[in-house]
């Protein structure tokens, strides 16, 4: 099957209506382009972003349905709780910001190769720019697992997550919702249902709906002390 896509133009960082993305493959909008951070935050403030194997061109999505967490609704599992409390992780935002993207690339398979080198360079680059941020996992004083994304006023554009250890990712997202919430955060984009996220409690919504809540909640501040680099949690559950 042939695919025709519009190709971004290199001098300008103007992108398609995300309504005019593909149905198959879901959200295929465009190609081409590059990673400056100018174009990046061009993409995510339009509820759009890149995704691509090794070897292929910039892909640029914007899938129907999207995948979200509403923050104050996330409820962690009686199990994890537990297994939480008598851990000893200790967790963390903005403390590893560019190893957790490092990690996030060299611990996927073999066949999810979309982060790489110069991804990580892309997103490490938004980190020192104060757009990109990470919560990070630690088991004495070893980073264990993590995440990171792109802050949009309220709203948290999640990019990925890993975890070298049982239940780290979860543990990192679990005390982000409740950081978040507690700086007015009002929305953590998670972009794709998969079974991990679906098991935390993702849920789907339009990409109309998706774009509204974006176009309102971008322009909404958290609070100034979200993103300080700072403890979470020092291992013991509330």
């Known amino acids: 099957m042939t695919i025709y896509l519009p190709e971004l133009n290199p001098y300008d960082l103007q992108f398609p209506e995300p309504s005019e993305a593909l149905e198959d493959p879901n959200g295929l909008l465009a190609m081409g382009g590059d990673l400056s951070p100018e174009r990046l935050l061009a993409a995510y403030n339009n509820?759009?972003?890149?995704?691509?194997?090794?070897?292929?061109?910039i892909l640029w999505w914007s899938p129907s349905p999207r995948a979200i967490f509403i923050p104050n609704q996330f409820r962690p599992a009686k199990s994890l709780k537990k297994f939480f409390r008598k851990s000893g992780y200790r967790v963390s935002i903005n403390r590893a910001t560019a190893d957790v993207i490092r990690l996030c690339g060299e611990l996927r398979p073999d066949e999810e190769t979309w982060l790489d080198e110069s991804m990580q360079r892309a997103y490490t680059q938004l980190a020192t720019l104060g757009f990109c941020h990470s919560v990070e996992v630690w088991e004495n004083e070893v980073l264990i697992g993590g995440l990171?994304?792109?802050?949009?006023?309220?709203?948290?554009?999640?990019?990925?997550?890993?975890?070298?250890?049982?239940?780290?990712?979860?543990?990192?997202?679990?005390?982000?919702?409740?950081?978040?919430?507690?700086?007015?955060?009002?929305?953590?984009?998670?972009?794709?249902?998969?079974?991990?996220?679906?098991?935390?409690?993702?849920?789907?919504?339009?990409?109309?709906?998706?774009?509204?809540?974006?176009?309102?909640?971008?322009?909404?501040?958290?609070?100034?002390?979200?993103?300080?680099?700072?403890?979470?949690?020092?291992?013991r559950d509330k």
């Open 47 to 57: 509820g759009i972003f890149p995704w691509f194997s090794l070897g292929d061109p």
């Open 148 to 235: 990171y994304g792109i802050q949009m006023g309220q709203v948290f554009c999640g990019e990925s997550m890993f975890s070298k250890k049982t239940n780290a990712s979860k543990i990192a997202l679990w005390k982000f919702c409740e950081h978040f919430h507690q700086h007015d955060g009002k929305l953590i984009d998670c972009q794709i249902l998969n079974p991990h996220t679906e098991s935390l409690g993702a849920i789907e919504i339009t990409r109309p709906e998706y774009l509204k809540l974006l176009d309102h909640l971008k322009t909404q501040n958290v609070s100034q002390a979200c993103y300080q680099p700072q403890w979470l949690t020092e291992g």
